[in-house]
């Protein structure tokens, strides 16, 4: 089934129904509510592609460190959940992006760690698989890794609620973590945590495909902007409250944008002169 799922997909999705791969444990993208449902804001956009389209959304959760074989073996369509592009363009067939995120540190606020030299010599938590771990591991340009090699210990979690216990519990001295899983999980959690005002990195999310499924993806870009337009998308953004970090615009938006700035320093310029 998951075969025909893929061939069928490569020919435009014969059989209405989109397979999305997520980690269920990745609020406020996608993760399990109350309710015992899979929501968040990514699940609820690929919903709305499939209402365009009359598609069945499937949610498929997966491990987040088998998300490649997943789609190569056609058990799932695209990975879209929170999914950093940068780094990645050459192995998947990307959406345009959709989020900025930027990758931070999360700890206590007693821990006494103000900065990111404070971390040398402590205990730092990241998800397997995740883009925060490639990029402490990375010593390419804006890699991390040198400042990885400062860390008593880099420590790989399943998923970042288990993570978070730790770091609650005192196991662990920080967290890297994108930015808007962080918001969500401090606005949860309560008080007793912070961000670093010093940021690992900033990346931007997008939809990935399998190599090559340019039809799919393409049908897919054309109902986000669809979505962007009719204002879903950015009353997603504020339902998840990621309002700030959301890229997709509906279309004149951001040349109206430029226009107000252009007026703005206009009659700044008159008002000096």
């Given at each position: 089934m998951?075969?025909?799922?893929?061939?069928?997909?490569?020919?435009?999705?014969?059989?209405?129904?989109?397979?999305?791969?997520?980690?269920?444990?990745?609020?406020?993208?996608?993760?399990?509510?109350?309710?015992?449902?899979?929501?968040?804001?990514?699940?609820?956009?690929?919903?709305?592609?499939?209402?365009?389209?009359?598609?069945?959304?499937?949610?498929?959760?997966?491990?987040?460190?088998s998300?490649?074989?997943?789609?190569?073996s056609?058990?799932?369509d695209?990975?879209?959940?929170?999914?950093?592009?940068?780094?990645?363009?050459d192995?998947?067939?990307?959406?345009?992006?959709?989020?900025d995120?930027?990758?931070?540190?999360?700890?206590?606020?007693?821990?006494?760690?103000?900065k990111?030299?404070d971390?040398?010599?402590?205990?730092?938590?990241?998800?397997?698989?995740?883009?925060?771990?490639?990029?402490?591991?990375?010593?390419?340009?804006?890699?991390?890794?040198?400042?990885?090699?400062t860390?008593?210990?880099?420590?790989?979690?399943?998923?970042?609620?288990t993570?978070?216990?730790?770091?609650?519990?005192?196991?662990?001295?920080?967290?890297?973590?994108?930015?808007?899983?962080?918001?969500?999980?401090?606005?949860?959690?309560?008080?007793?945590f912070?961000?670093?005002?010093?940021?690992?990195?900033?990346?931007?999310?997008?939809?990935?495909?399998?190599?090559?499924?340019?039809?799919?993806?393409?049908?897919?870009?054309?109902?986000?902007?669809?979505?962007?337009?009719?204002?879903?998308?950015?009353?997603?953004?504020?339902?998840?409250?990621?309002?700030?970090?959301?890229?997709?615009?509906?279309?004149?938006?951001?040349a109206?944008?430029?226009?107000?700035?252009?007026?703005?320093?206009?009659?700044?310029?008159?008002?000096?002169?």
């Amino acid at each position: 089934m998951g075969m025909m799922s893929a061939v069928s997909v490569q020919a435009g999705v014969d059989d209405k129904t989109l397979v999305v791969g997520f980690d269920a444990e990745y609020p406020p993208y996608g993760y399990m509510d109350e309710d015992g449902e899979y929501t968040g804001f990514d699940l609820e956009l690929a919903q709305a592609v499939c209402d365009i389209e009359g598609w069945t959304l499937e949610k498929k959760p997966i491990n987040w460190d088998s998300k490649d074989m997943e789609l190569s073996s056609g058990s799932i369509d695209c990975i879209w959940n929170g999914f950093t592009m940068n780094g990645r363009e050459d192995d998947y067939t990307f959406s345009i992006p959709y989020v900025d995120n930027s990758q931070v540190i999360v700890v206590a606020d007693d821990s006494g760690i103000e900065k990111l030299t404070d971390l040398a010599g402590k205990t730092v938590g990241v998800q397997a698989a995740s883009a925060a771990l490639d990029l402490l591991q990375s010593e390419e340009e804006g890699g991390q890794k040198e400042l990885a090699d400062t860390f008593g210990s880099l420590n790989e979690f399943a998923d970042y609620n288990t993570a978070f216990t730790e770091l609650q519990a005192g196991a662990l001295d920080a967290l890297a973590i994108d930015v808007g899983v962080a918001k969500y999980q401090l606005n949860s959690r309560g008080e007793g945590f912070k961000i670093l005002d010093e940021t690992l990195n900033t990346e931007q999310y997008a939809i990935g495909f399998k190599k090559g499924n340019d039809e799919l993806c393409d049908i897919v870009n054309a109902d986000l902007q669809k979505l962007a337009d009719d204002g879903t998308v950015e009353k997603l953004a504020e339902k998840y409250e990621i309002a700030d970090m959301v890229t997709l615009k509906a279309d004149g938006e951001d040349a109206a944008q430029s226009d107000d700035t252009e007026e703005t320093a206009d009659t700044e310029e008159e008002a000096a002169e």
